[in-house]
């Protein structure tokens, strides 16, 4: 099995975007380490709509997109869960006001990119469905 390396246009760009959004969570997170109310399960959630937004312009038309995505899936929608929970458990330890506003505006901000995310392995299961002989 040969993996495909040209892209057309459209997914070129599209994967520039989406190593842009890996980059931009990358940074979040490294941020964070100086400052604890930074929103990691936010940046979790972008650094996984990148990396999806980059598996499906690798793949698309591949035999194997099926099983590529399903496997991507879980991978990020597990990690995804563990920021959620280790978000949770600090703010159970820091009972501190602020600190809980900020994670609880991080949970909530972080469910768009999720959304997004979904809606684009949906359409690309869809179209890969649909084009299937």
Same mark, same amino acid.
């Given at each position: ?7 057309? +246009?459209?997914?070129? @760009?599209? &994967?520039?975007? #989406?190593?842009? $959004?890996?980059? !931009?969570? %990358?940074?979040? *997170? ?23 937004? +980059?598996?499906?312009? @690798?793949? &698309?038309?591949? #035999?194997?997109? $099926?099983?590529? !995505?399903? %496997?991507?899936? *879980? ?59």
């Amino acid at each position: 099995m040969q993996l495909p390396t040209r892209f057309i +246009v459209h997914d070129s @760009r599209r &994967q520039i975007s #989406a190593t842009a $959004l890996i980059g !931009v969570g %990358l940074l979040t *997170l490294i941020v964070s380490a100086f400052w604890p109310s930074a929103p990691v399960v936010t940046a979790m959630a972008i650094i996984a709509l990148g990396a999806t937004g +980059v598996t499906l312009a @690798r793949f &698309q038309g591949n #035999a194997a997109l $099926l099983t590529i !995505v399903i %496997l991507h899936s *879980l991978t990020y929608a597990t990690l995804y869960a563990v920021f959620i929970g280790a978000t949770l458990n600090s703010t159970h330890q820091h009972s501190a006001s602020n600190f809980a506003i900020w994670n609880t505006l991080d949970l909530t901000l972080s469910v768009f990119p999720m959304v997004v995310l979904l809606r684009r392995i949906y359409h690309a299961l869809c179209q890969s469905r649909l084009s299937r002989p």
